[in-house]
């Protein structure tokens, strides 16, 4: 429906079907949420940590991924990592993945693996990694 209606909008879904609650502030909340969730499960919350293979920050940006994000999301590939800034851009990522029909378990995979499947492996630095369990902590979190 939203393909062949470009003009809808949550007070449109609201009248329409007769919600009454407020979907947009749902829709963020569940963002919200899950981008604590993430941010504790990949940091503890540490806006400034390091990981293995390069990722930094409180959601473990990779170098690539955070230029194309921040470009995307701030206007620069370069802007600093502030803790601002890494709010702001992990929670328009998360919503970007809602927003196409992802589930949050979808995108805690997809945080971690890239794509919403569960994989097993061994990186390129030789770190082994499992999206399905760190997706479970990520629920678990998400509650």
Same mark, same amino acid.
């Given at each position: ?19 009454s609650n ?10 919200? /949420?899950? &981008?604590? !969730?993430?941010? =504790? ?8 940590? $390091? ?36 709010? /702001?851009? &992990?929670? !328009?990522?998360? =919503? ?8 949050? $378990?979808e995108v805690?995979?997809?945080?971690n693996g ?30």
């Open positions: 429906l939203k393909k062949a209606h470009p003009d809808w909008t949550d007070e449109y879904i609201r009248q329409q079907l007769g919600f407020d979907l947009s502030k749902s829709v963020k909340g569940t963002a919200q /949420k899950l &981008a604590t !969730a993430i941010k =504790q499960v990949e940091s503890g919350g540490n806006y400034n940590a $390091r990981g293995g293979s390069g990722e930094r920050g409180a959601y473990q940006f990779m170098p690539s991924s955070w230029r194309s994000w921040s470009q995307k999301y701030l206007g620069t590939p370069n802007a600093p990592m502030t803790p601002h800034n890494q709010d /702001k851009v &992990a929670l !328009a990522h998360i =919503q970007s993945l809602l927003d196409k029909g992802h589930t949050p $378990r805690a995979l997809i945080w890239g794509t919403p499947t569960i994989k097993k492996g061994t990186n390129r630095y030789g770190q082994k990694y499992d999206t399905g369990a760190y997706a479970n902590k990520v629920m678990k979190v998400y509650g």
